[in-house]
T-cell receptor, first 112, second 114 residues
Framework: EDKVVQSPLSLVVHEGDTVTLNCSYE??????LLWYKQEKKAPTFLFML????IEKKSGRLSSILDKKELFSILNITATQTGDSAVYLC????????????FGKGTKLSVKP | GAVVSQHPSRVICKSGTSVKIECRSL??????MFWYRQFPKQSLMLMAT?????????EQGVEKDKFLINHASLTLSTLTVTSAHPEDSSFYIC??????????FGPGTRLTVL
């Protein structure tokens, strides 16, 4: 059965802390792994990872994929209260269907 | 737990026909279901929010007469794309919430309109 597992499910930190969010997967016909940030409405796209070992970076956020160990991490440095959100990991399957399998998300709360 | 399924996973139809997509919560009661459309570069657009037994709330710019949403039970919501056109071809994803506000996403339905 295809699955994407995120950990932790929730996390409370203080401003300035660095956090690491985890996403492991067991998915057939892997195409890419996506990270989203969801605050209120639609999840906002953060990163798409397709190759192992290549770090993607955007400001204080970075992410990397390990296709051998089947996981990805999302790092957020110097956290701010505006980083409070649910972070979703999703794996896109290849083939004609191209299913998107979501994890259950990590709820991050950043306290001032 | 908290599994959401969608059916069909893929559908191809001719222009002008209507297509119905089902979203089911398999092991929990979904008081609220959300319908998204995935655009290029992986961005997701929220189309509408539906609560069981009431009319769906559509986001600005989404035609409610074209994208009919029905949430008839606590485990089923349907999205019907009426008179589909090639520009409606996309990946449609639903999610559901139960007693908490955590959204559980379905695997998506790829619609191709010829």
């Amino acid at each position: 059965e295809d699955k994407v597992v995120q950990s932790p499910l929730s996390l409370v930190v203080h401003e300035g802390d660095t956090v690491t969010l985890n996403c492991s997967y067991e998915v057939t016909n892997f195409r890419s792994l996506l990270w989203y940030k969801q605050e209120k409405k639609a999840p906002t796209f953060l990163f798409m990872l397709t190759s192992s070992g290549i770090e993607k970076k955007s400001g204080r956020l970075s992410s990397i994929l390990d296709k051998k160990e089947l996981f990805s991490i999302l790092n957020i440095t110097a956290t701010q209260t505006g980083d409070s959100a649910v972070y979703l990991c999703a794996v896109e399957q290849g083939g004609s269907q191209g299913n998107l399998i979501f994890g259950k998300g990590t709820k991050l709360s950043v306290k001032p | 737990g908290a599994v959401v399924s969608q059916h069909p996973s893929r559908v191809i139809c001719k222009s002008g026909t209507s297509v119905k997509i089902e979203c089911r919560s398999l092991d929990f009661q979904a008081t609220t279901m959300f319908w998204y459309r995935q655009f290029p570069k992986q961005s997701l657009m929220l189309m509408a929010t539906s609560n069981e037994g009431s009319k769906a709330t559509y986001e600005q710019g989404v035609e409610k007469d074209k994208f009919l949403i029905n949430h008839a039970s606590l485990t089923l919501s349907t999205l019907t794309v009426t008179s589909a056109h090639p520009e409606d071809s996309s990946f449609y994803i639903c999610s559901a919430t139960g007693v908490t506000d955590t959204q559980y996403f379905g695997p998506g339905t790829r619609l191709t309109v010829l």
